[in-house]
């Protein structure tokens, strides 16, 4: 027998005592055990003449009393068990795709998996060595589970992705897993030598590395199969010995989901594990003849083949990807009666509700029937409830794994991504670089010039980046619009082509301009535009070009040919922004490419922001204060949206779990948006809001969020020009329109009526102030050498601070 015993599996264990549920429904028990007599006795801690005091409520007591069989014996002793029994009956039964099942006997899977032990045995695997075990479902995986129990491991089902992989693999001396992703993950914290020997500073317990998939294994890991291979042609192994396993021993470990953090460490006993199901198969009269099907991961708890273990039931599963795609259903039930399953597990209501609400969530971001959503995401409790939420929103989610092809091929005709691990966003990041080159191309090849002006008016999306830099690569001017907001004809003035997205813009433009085929525009009021494109398809009038359809037409043919794309120099104009209009018709502010950088720069550095943060920020990237400048500045990752989704006060709960998910560090809020925040059980580093009616109570309210409110002013004319970092050290030295402190190179002058520069001390209602990063109006002459007027402004020396003076701040 294994594990070099003979035991007696005909003990059975009583459950005749009270099960109570008391006080508010909590049970409360505990457990005792009788070596001698074999018998588990469940009773209450409490003493049942207190629970019958008058301080109780008697309806609250529930009493269930029964007998069970319960097995005390291993797992291990059970799989030989079952295979003694029926040795040809099939056990297991794996669909990889409609054509592609495999099949494993009781005997096959006990063979398999003592060869597996004895695998583990030469490689010196000790009782009681916790063994990682991340491999999808695959007909051999209870071959690998149960070799690693037999040989007296522990089997610790993780979820690699979902956590910290230093923690989840804590005092793992064997690591066995099959995809990529998983071994990416583990040669970032780890090298492998020869013989699959590891060291790793990260986890000094990791001893040896095995691979169960030849094709993602990484050099000098150890093949499975091969080493099962070898103990077939040398000998058996059976000069081995198995150690002694007992009932109450720990079997396997599962991760939980991380909802509180930290995923923690589940221990599960072989007493428990087979056993746990028992009392459901009585009541639903499961026998050895059913076949169950599951979808589930096999190392989940909800997919883990109990049912084979408790009755012999044949289990049905497979890769979960194929089996739950809403498109293979039809597939999914023709395997139903193909396997005769008589039992049949499906999503429960839960994941049915969380996938509801995302859907929904995709719905109000503007999702379409057909839309393809790139996903991918690590093993987490909610994998499914995003994914089955993106087909009840109509679209098509197309599951990837980043870093094993090119991704811009990955991402072709994907509307939305869903994203978690920082090396996809990374990738993600690199395909900027490469899609803006593409659309650069795609603009030189309709001729468009250094210095031409291009109109862009497109809402916040993936590829909002993408077209604007594509627009400065191919040496043109981004010209950031805000159309509807004053007369078409003043705002596309003086540019060439026009890029917009929504059906209200489109309507704008051509109440103005007739769109030829081509593209070809025809406009008596704008002269000088020639060219019309639209970034969404379903938006697109006639004749318009779309941008998706030229940028592929420049994959296909790998376009090389043209003219080079012009060099820049830091001094030529990279964009245009629009004035809010405020003092009737809305300006044209001109900035460099060495403006825009140092600016950003500099505030990053000031305020210590870099590349490792995560900023989520809810406003137009037309806009000033929405245009990604933490990215340029120092690689900060951006988060951000569709600004009705996340201006919604409705949404405010969703938002917060965005910033929870994509770990926010810094947070915009605006400043009517601050007196809402409550406690949300999430800090962020800093908190960032502009504008002068920012007040004391203010920031004081948003240490409920952050430990640091960053207030911070700028313009459409100077980008950011003050900042200030509060804390609740220092907040009792913010005064009533404090704008914050000058950047570094900032020069201020007073001056009068006269305009002649005054003391510092001399209240005027004038300040000009320089800023080295000259911007430039181009819809009216700058004042001399680039000084630039703001009314209303003060200097306070003492506090190094600029005041904004003259407002009713009741």
């Not at 700058?782 to 703001?790: D, Q």
Request: aromatic share 10%; hydrophobic share 40%.
């Amino acid at each position: 027998m294994c594990g070099g015993r003979q035991v007696n599996t005909n003990r059975s264990l009583e459950c005749s005592q009270h099960c109570l549920h008391a006080l508010y429904a909590l049970k409360f028990t505990s457990i005792s055990y009788s070596r001698h007599l074999g018998k588990k006795t469940f009773s209450p801690i409490f003493n049942e003449e207190k629970l019958n005091g008058p301080t109780m409520l008697k309806k609250s007591y529930f009493h269930q009393p029964g007998n069970i069989a319960y097995s005390y014996e291993t797992i291990p002793e059970r799989i030989q068990k079952l295979a003694e029994e029926k040795p040809d009956k099939i056990a297991m039964v794996m669909y990889h795709s409609k054509d592609e099942r495999y099949e494993i006997t009781r005997k096959e899977l006990y063979d398999r998996s003592v060869k597996f032990a004895r695998c583990l045995l030469k490689l010196g695997i000790k009782k009681g060595d916790p063994v990682a075990y991340c491999v999808s479902n695959c007909i051999n995986w209870m071959t690998y589970d149960v070799g690693i129990l037999m040989a007296g491991g522990i089997s610790v089902h993780l979820l690699l992705g979902a956590a910290d992989i230093s923690k989840a693999l804590d005092k793992c001396t064997f690591i066995i897993l099959d995809a990529k992703e998983n071994w990416d993950d583990l040669l970032s914290v780890a090298k492998i030598h020869p013989g699959g020997k590891i060291t790793s500073d990260t986890c000094p317990s990791l001893k040896i590395a095995i691979a169960v998939s030849s094709d993602s294994r990484p050099a000098n890991v150890l093949q499975a199969s091969e080493l099962i291979a070898e103990i077939n042609a040398k000998d058996d192994g059976s000069f081995l010995e198995f150690p002694v396993l007992d009932p109450e021993d720990t079997a396997f470990i599962c991760l939980t989901s991380g909802t509180t953090g930290t995923p923690k460490k589940i221990h599960h006993s072989h007493f428990n594990v087979l056993n746990c199901t028992a009392t459901h198969d009585e009541d639903v009269n499961i026998t050895c003849d059913d076949v169950i099907y599951n979808s589930r991961p096999m190392a989940y708890i909800g997919g883990y083949p109990f049912c084979y273990l408790n009755t012999g039931t044949r289990f049905v599963s497979g890769d979960t990807i194929f089996l739950s795609e809403p498109e293979n259903f039809e597939t999914v039930v023709d395997i139903w009666r193909k396997e005769g399953c008589t039992f049949v597990g499906l999503a429960p209501k839960e994941l049915y509700d969380r996938s509801v609400k995302f859907a929904r969530c995709l719905l109000k971001l503007g999702i379409k029937k057909g839309d393809r959503v790139a996903y991918c995401v690590s093993n987490c409790i909610n994998w499914m409830t995003y994914d089955v939420g993106i087909m009840m929103a109509g679209g098509t989610s197309v599951h990837l794994l980043l870093g094993a092809a090119d991704i811009s091929k990955a991402l072709d005709k994907c509307t939305f991504i869903i994203l978690d691990a920082k090396e996809h966003w990374d990738d993600l990041l690199k395909d900027l670089y490469v899609k803006s080159l593409r659309f650069a191309q795609v603009l030189n090849k309709l001729g468009i010039n250094k210095g031409d002006r291009v109109a862009y008016c497109v809402s916040n999306c993936i590829d909002w980046m993408v077209y604007d830099v594509g627009i400065m690569m191919a040496g043109a001017v981004s010209v950031h619009l805000l159309m509807g907001s004053a007369d078409v004809k003043v705002t596309l003035s003086g540019c060439v082509m026009v890029i917009l997205d929504s059906k209200e813009r489109w309507n704008d433009f051509v109440g103005v301009a007739e769109i030829l085929p081509g593209g070809k525009v025809s406009c008596n009021e704008c002269p000088t535009l020639k060219l019309a494109m639209a970034v969404d398809p379903e938006c697109r009038p006639d004749n318009a070009l779309l941008a998706s359809e030229l940028m592929a037409e420049i994959e296909d043919a790998k376009y090389v040919k043209g003219p080079q794309l012009p060099v820049l120099d830091p001094d030529d104009i990279a964009l245009v922004n629009q004035t809010s209009g405020t003092t009737g018709t809305p300006k044209k502010v001109c900035h460099t490419h060495f403006g825009i950088v140092n600016n950003l720069t500099i505030y990053n550095v000031i305020s210590g922001f870099h590349a490792d943060d995560v900023i989520y920020n809810n406003r137009p990237m037309a806009y000033t204060v929405g245009y990604p400048l933490n990215y340029i500045g120092t690689g900060t990752t951006t988060v951000t949206g569709d600004v009705r989704f996340l201006n919604d006060p409705a949404n405010n709960d969703f938002l917060v779990g965005i910033w929870k998910k994509e770990g926010c560090t810094l947070v915009y809020m605006q400043p009517q948006i601050i007196k809402s925040i409550r406690d949300y059980g999430f800090r962020t580093k800093y908190l960032l809001s502009t504008g002068d009616t920012i007040t004391e109570q203010m920031i004081r309210h948003s240490f409920l969020l952050t430990n640091a409110f960053c207030l911070i002013y700028g313009s459409t004319e100077t980008l950011i020009s003050t900042h200030r970092i509060f804390t609740q050290e220092n907040i009792t030295e913010h005064e009533k329109g404090m704008l914050g402190v000058p950047l570094p190179g900032m020069e201020m002058k007073i001056i009068d009526e006269k305009e002649e520069v005054v003391d510092i001390d001399f209240f005027s209602f004038f300040l000009y102030f320089f800023f080295f990063l000259s911007s430039f109006l181009s819809s009216s002459p700058c004042w001399a050498e680039g000084w630039f007027v703001k009314v209303n402004f003060f200097l306070f020396p003492f506090l190094l601070s600029l005041f904004l003076l003259s407002r009713d701040w009741d």
